[in-house]
C-alpha cells in the first residue's frame, strides 16, 4: 500500500493520483487475501483487464468529480 501510495505522491499531489495508488495498492491487497488461482483464467484475465481500466480512469481524469460524473 505504502509504494502504492508514493507512486500516486510522485505522479503529482492531486487526488486523482492518490486514489489510482490506493486503488491499486487495495487490489493488491485483496489478491493476497483471495486465493485468485483457483479462478478460471479468462475470468482472470477479465477481472485484471477492469481493474486497470478503471484505474486508467482515475490516473487520467482532472478531478475525482470529473472520474465520477463523466
Known amino acids: ?6 507512486t500516486g505522491l510522485w505522479h503529482g ?4 493520483f492518490m486514489i489510482w495508488g490506493i486503488w491499486h495498492g487495495i487490489f493488491l491487497l485483496l489478491e493476497d487475501i483471495v486465493p485468485i488461482k483457483k479462478i478460471p483464467k479468462a475470468v ?7 481493474v486497470v481500466c478503471v484505474g486508467f480512469v482515475i490516473f487520467r481524469a482532472d478531478t ?4 465520477a460524473f463523466r
Not at 475525482?64 to 472520474?67: I, S, V
Open 13 to 16: 499531489a492531486n487526488w486523482t
Open 1 to 6: 500500500m505504502i509504494v502504492f501510495l508514493a
Open 44 to 50: 482472470a484475465h477479465i477481472y485484471t483487464l477492469m
Open 64 to 67: 475525482l468529480w470529473q472520474t
